[in-house]
């Protein structure tokens, strides 16, 4: 595939904007919190959005995972427009784009066990009888670094750091193609972070996957990704290769950012 595995052209989105109740006749002003972005993210690429809380990055990441329509412009999967595909393909769409989010035990089921709801995403994406489900579950367990035994809990009684690989398990599971990955490791202490960003270079590596990752920390980005695209206030203000945007930033926001955080060694 020679061209975007996902691309996103003009991307915006507002809330708001209806008509007030009063003074009568008159429309509220809306909030646009992404404003005409556009991001290219390759088959096997790592692109690390980065920038503060409140520019818009999770906003951005889940229109490019279907969570929400944007207000403007168009996504395209695979070379076609987002809108323009049959369900079949919007399903293999939804099976090939899955999310982390940043707080994994509140995106579990707190009434269920950990192996029931992974039986469950599985059952989702996959035509896999009971059998291929526990084998597909074991294995990716298995390369998540997940014990056995944890399958049998609950989420409140895992640690972060068990939680997040729970996740990504779940994530994983249907063999998606792009995996969106939403803060993943800034609850977590230094010496974790580290653990979890070694994992996903190793999936990465294995599986063959893209990855969107958000973070607001430029040190956590630079470890895992090769592009690096700045959000601000609802737009991307400077992308490119990360030693081109890390070694010589053109935006003065891009050098306050750099200027906040330590480096540290890539991993991927």
């Not at 929400?68 to 769409?93: F, I, K, M, N, V």
Request: proline letters at 5%; glycine letters at 10%.
């Amino acid at each position: 595939m020679s061209g975007p595995l996902l691309a996103l052209a003009g991307i915006g989105k507002a809330y708001g904007g209806g008509r007030r109740w009063w003074p009568p006749g008159q429309r509220a002003a809306a909030t646009r919190v992404v404003a005409d972005v556009d991001l290219d993210i390759r088959a096997g690429d790592a692109v690390g959005l980065v920038g503060e809380s409140g520019s818009g990055k999770t906003t951005l990441a889940r229109i490019a995972a279907g969570l929400l329509p944007p207000t403007e412009g168009r996504l395209h999967w695979c070379g076609q427009a987002l809108h323009r595909l049959s369900p079949a393909e919007r399903a293999a769409y939804r099976r090939g784009v899955q999310y982390v989010f940043q707080n994994p035990q509140t995106a579990l089921n707190p009434r269920r066990r950990l192996a029931a709801i992974l039986d469950d995403t599985l059952r989702g994406l996959t035509t896999l009888d009971r059998d291929g489900r526990r084998a597909r579950l074991r294995e990716m367990a298995a390369q998540c670094g997940v014990d056995r035994a944890l399958l049998g809990r609950f989420a409140h009684q895992l640690s972060g750091g068990q939680a997040q690989r729970v996740a990504i398990v779940r994530a994983l599971l249907g063999a998606p193609r792009l995996v969106i990955l939403d803060e993943p490791v800034s609850a977590l202490d230094v010496s974790l972070q580290a653990q979890i960003l070694a994992l996903l270079a190793d999936l990465r590596r294995r599986h063959g996957l893209a990855y969107l990752f958000i973070s607001h920390d430029l040190a956590v980005v630079e470890r895992l990704c090769e592009t690096i695209a700045v959000m601000r206030e609802g737009r991307i203000i400077e992308q490119g290769a990360r030693g081109d945007v890390l070694g010589q930033p053109q935006h003065d926001y891009t050098r306050r950012l750099l200027a906040a955080v330590p480096r540290m060694a890539p991993v991927g």
